[in-house]
């Protein structure tokens, strides 16, 4: 049997695909850690305990008057 000589690239993806997989992998990575981030900071946010306003610095409402 006769051997089938074979080039260095057969079998193998080009290096620009690679890159360009490799690209769109630490973009897709990159999305993610922020989206994450500004998750924590939305939610550290919105749990962030305040103090209610005195009374006095309330504003009279139309329905609130006598």
Do not use: E, K, N, W
Not at 11 to 40: E, F, S
Request: positive net charge; aromatic residues 4%; glycine residues 6%.
């Amino acid at each position: 049997m006769a051997s089938i000589r074979r080039g260095p690239d057969d079998g193998r993806l080009r290096d620009g695909y690679h890159q360009a997989l490799i690209l769109a992998a630490i973009v897709v990575l990159a999305a993610a850690v922020t989206a994450a981030v500004l998750r924590v900071g939305f939610i550290r946010r919105t749990l962030t305990v305040r103090p209610p306003a005195p009374v006095d610095d309330v504003p009279d409402l139309p329905h609130r008057r006598p």
